[in-house]
């Protein structure tokens, strides 16, 4: 009975039915600075996934606004933000999850978006109508996301 339950165990886990557990939005503990020393997720961040997040039009787009060279691959990078060549040499893993999940807490003036933030600014209309979307806001990307594409910069060292 105890070797069923086991298998059962192992083969519901390796389905990847199991979910990892994850901090709200609301629940995040920033530091002075906008830095957050807490992963969103006990699963770890897989920078591959975070790559395709990085590069996805409905995902974070972020290469709309950034330009990587590790991602010439990717045509139309942006010159609204900063290269992100070398981003992990100069930005520690806290600072660079508070920028992705809400950057305006560590650059004020940016307009980049904060992509785990759900409260605190105007509400988006809902279909262009101008007329606010009711209940909930979600936020642009999940905490799994979130940790994928600060794994995927953490790999920009150089």
Do not use: W
Request: hydrophobic share 40%; net charge negative; proline share 7%.
């Amino acid at each position: 009975m105890q070797q069923a339950a086991c298998a059962a165990a192992c083969l519901v886990a390796s389905m990847g039915l199991v979910q990892a557990a994850e901090l709200a939005p609301a629940d995040l503990s920033y530091d002075e600075a906008g830095h957050l020393q807490a992963p969103l997720t006990d699963m770890p961040g897989d920078p591959a996934n975070g790559r395709k997040v990085m590069a996805t039009k409905s995902q974070g787009n972020c290469i709309s606004c950034h330009a990587i060279s590790e991602m010439a691959d990717v045509p139309f990078h942006g010159e609204v933000g900063p290269l992100l060549d070398g981003v992990a040499s100069r930005y520690d893993e806290a600072m660079i999850r508070g920028i992705v999940t809400h950057s305006k807490g560590v650059f004020e003036g940016t307009v980049m978006p904060s992509y785990y933030k759900v409260d605190g600014f105007i509400r988006p209309g809902e279909g262009f109508t101008g007329k606010p979307k009711d209940g909930p806001v979600d936020p642009l990307l999940t905490a799994q996301q979130v940790e994928d594409v600060v794994a995927y910069l953490m790999t920009l060292t150089d």
